[in-house]
T-cell receptor
Framework: KNQVEQSPQSLIILEGKNCTLQ??????????LRWYKQDTGRGPVSLTI?????NTKSNGRYTATLDADTKQSSLHITASQLSDSASYIC??????????FGAGTTVTVRA | EPEVTQTPSHQVTQMGQEVILRCVPI?????FYWYRQILGQKVEFLVS????????KSEIFDDQFSVERPDGSNFTLKIRSTKLEDSAMYFC????????????FGPGTRLLVL
């Protein structure tokens, strides 16, 4: 069964601090791994996409890593801002079309 | 910047009624998708659509659901006879190509079935 597990479920950080979110997956056939940001009541917004051959990908203050051997990924947020408060979702592509979503990590940034 | 739009933003319907959710994908995109998110749960894939036919669907997408691209701009999801458990946020997404391509999501339609 295709599964995407994320940890922690939620975290609170102070503005300006860094944090790292974790994702483990058991998905086959694996095509690529994505991280999305979802604000409450809004649609997910893509942050990064990585194929199995890529180890790291950055998008501004967001840096994603992928270890395809251990089937683990992480998303690192640097110098957090209040606007980073959102749910961060690890998403694995199964084949060409279907995306399998994790439950997300809710990040709250406090001033 | 082009974006996916969805209408209505909210819809309330009675159990057993038909609903049609509408989406306008980004204009040069060729692949279209519907997802749903039940309150407090993860986003779930429903269906993908390309070249006027379904390319893949999940086990959730049973005979009560159908999709259509009635013209060059709209992409619709129809639920024939709504059930209470169909209450969810429904997201439309589109991508230029399949595979390693960003899927752009719309803002969603919140459906409440009473």
């Amino acid at each position: 069964k295709n599964q995407v597990e994320q940890s922690p479920q939620s975290l609170i950080i102070l503005e300006g601090k860094n944090c790292t979110l974790q994702c483990n997956y058991t998905v086959s056939p694996f095509s690529n791994l994505r991280w999305y940001k979802q604000d409450t009541g809004r649609g997910p917004v893509s942050l990064t996409i990585m194929t199995f051959s890529e180890n790291t990908k950055s998008n501004g203050r967001y840096t994603a890593t992928l270890d395809a051997d251990t089937k683990q990924s992480s998303l690192h947020i640097t110098a957090s801002q209040l606007s980073d408060s959102a749910s961060y979702i690890c998403v694995v592509s199964v084949g060409d079309y279907k995306l399998s979503f994790g439950a997300g990590t809710t990040v709250t940034v406090r001033a | 910047e082009p974006e996916v739009t969805q209408t209505p933003s909210h819809q309330v319907t009675q159990m057993g009624q038909e609903v049609i959710l509408r989406c306008v994908p980004i204009s040069n995109h060729l692949y279209f998708y519907w997802y749903r998110q039940i309150l407090g749960q993860k986003v779930e894939f429903l269906v993908s659509f390309y070249n006027n036919e379904i390319s893949e669907k999940s086990e959730i997408f049973d005979d009560q659901f159908s999709v259509e691209r009635p013209d060059g701009s709209n992409f619709t999801l129809k639920i024939r006879s709504t059930k209470l458990e169909d209450s969810a946020m429904y997201f439309c997404a589109s991508s230029r190509l399949a595979g390693v391509e960003t899927q752009y999501f719309g803002p969603g339609t919140r459906l409440l079935v009473l």
